[in-house]
């Protein structure tokens, strides 16, 4: 399901340091077709803010976040 969060995301808009190589390929997999699965919108949906060095592969750094909030 597409993530209703693109227009204001850094990361789909490409705003953020040190962009990963394979962007488009998970601009596809996150944004386009599993946004549960993004490790930003698991953050912004739990209310936290999203530092910026967070990309979508990050599960495990995203759930030690909100672990910690």
């Given at each position: 399901m597409?993530?209703?969060k693109i227009e204001?995301?850094?990361f789909f808009n490409e705003k953020?340091?040190?962009m990963p190589s394979l962007t488009s390929v998970l601009k596809q997999r996150y944004c386009?077709?599993?946004k549960e699965a993004c490790a930003?919108?698991?953050l912004v949906t739990a209310g936290i803010e999203v530092p910026?060095?967070?990309f979508p592969q990050d599960v495990d750094r995203a759930k030690a976040i909100i672990a910690t909030h």
């Open positions: 597409k993530c209703e204001k995301c850094p953020l340091a040190n386009m077709e599993n930003r919108y698991m910026p060095t967070v």
